[in-house]
Each structure stands twice: as C-alpha cells, then as structure tokens.
C-alpha cells in the first residue's frame, strides 16, 4: 500500500471507529431504559423476535449464510417482516456429553464452509455496518475490498479499537489499560498471534457464528442448535473461544468432537484468552465495570 493509500485507509478507520464508539454509547443508554430486543412466544409453533430494523435484518442474513453452511444446525427463520423475525419454536432436551461432540464436529463444517476475507459479511447484506446483539460491528460488504490482509492487524482496527475507546470514553477503562491495549495492538500488527486456520478451512477466513456464548446454544432433544448469530468472516479460534466466555456445559467434548473433523493449529489453547477479550470489552463498554478484571487479566496476559 503506498503512502496515499494508507492516508486514506487511517483517515477511513478513524471515522469507522468513531461512529462505531458513538453507537455503543447510545445503545449502552437505550439498554439502560430497557429498550433491548425482546423476544417473544407468539403461539406454540414460533417465536417473535423483535428489535431494531437493522439489527434484526443482520440477523436474518447471518442465520441465512449459517444455514447455507450445512454444518451446525440453525433455527428455521419462518418470516421476516415488519413485525419482527418469526422464528420456529424450539423444544428443550437434554445436555450431554454426546451432543456436545457432534455439535462440535458440525461446528467445524460450519467454519469450513468459510468467508472470502477479513470481516467478510454475509452475502444478503450490503452495509459496512453490522450488529453484535445490538451493538455495533464493522463488516466488509460483498464486492468490496479487504483492508486488512492479516487476522492481527484486523483484529486491532476493526475489533479492538473501537469497543476500548468507547469503554474509555465512558469511563469505564482507565488509562493505564489504555495503554495496554495500545501495547497489544502493536504486538498484534506484528503478526506474533496470528495463527492457520482449522485443517478444514481452505478460505482465508472462517465463517463464523460470531457471537457464540452458552446463552446461544439451545440444547434440544435432536442437538443444539444456534441462534442470535452475529456472522462474519474470522478466525475459527473466536467462536470456540466465545463458546467458553459463560460456561458452556460438556466445553471441553465441544473441543473434541471439533478437533475430531478439523484440528486445531498447535497453542490454540493459549490463544483462546485472546480471542475472548473482544466480547469481553465489548460487555465493558455496554454494561460497565463488573468485565474490568476479565479484561485486564487477558491484557495482563498477552502484553
């Protein structure tokens, strides 16, 4: 990239992350008056999910590609209008150690079906702006190009950056974390933490649920099945780190049944508190100090 086109990309960035930290903030206010998406049982055969427009149409389209995947099973989207996302209804069975294998080998699949780059956005979807739940996310449109080549230097600008700032914007980060985190996007930009992808993935990037707490597994009598995805392109190494950020139950037969199908690349374990800290500054940022610890034990450990 020559000295004109970096120019562009930073000065790009920087207006990217600002409105990225000014919608966090905003929602950070709404989820205070309880103005959150709601989801509601409408009849024995759906639920009602409702929320903002676009927030809501994100989800559609990353239940869409998930699906496409045929990999993890996905909740059946009945309908999608005005009223909200019209959802099947799903029936609860039983946690085990045998669900949790296979659900990790379908994990793989999914993941393998895989992403054309960085941050890639499900084809249905057109903006640069996505949603994690409600809150803002960058994402690369189809058709248009990736600016950042390398999980690291992605993960630092188009993750990172924004859910810090925000956090400290609000107060909820001091300073001397600031810095931290100034420290590791370097480390980052170095390349030190990127690693291959899973033996299945052939793409540059994973295709990832990209919001897969516990909350997100719905354990039901054929398996579990995902719900809420906040897709994007990225490194499988997110969604199983993700996976374990709330106690996931049978964590470690998840691992197994992925790495049976498609294993991982050495030191994925050491990697994992790496691929938690954007969920959990995000969480800081929304919802204010209570993640402090978590986040600055993961800083602590890779700066």
Known sequence: MNQAASVRHNSANLE???????????????????RAAMLKNMSKAEFLKQGTPQALAYEAASLEWLDQANGARIVKVLRHDHAGLHLELLEDGFQSPKAAH???AALAATHAAGAPGWGAAPPAWDSEQAFKGLMPMSVVPAGKDFPYQSFGTWLSAQRLQPVAEAAAKHGDLPPKLMTRFEKL??????GEFDSPQPQLVKTPAARLHGDLWAGNLCWTRPGIVLIDPSAYGGHAETDLAECEVFSTPYINEIYAGYQSVSPLSPGWKERLSLHQLYMMTLHLALFGGGYLHAVSRILQQYT
Do not use: D
Request: proline share 0%.
């Open 16 to 34: 990217v992350r600002t409105f990225l930290i000014m919608m966090i903030l905003v929602f950070r206010f709404q989820s205070k008056t309880h």
């Open 102 to 104: 296979e659900f990790g």
């Open 185 to 190: 996007y370097h480390v980052l930009q170095t």
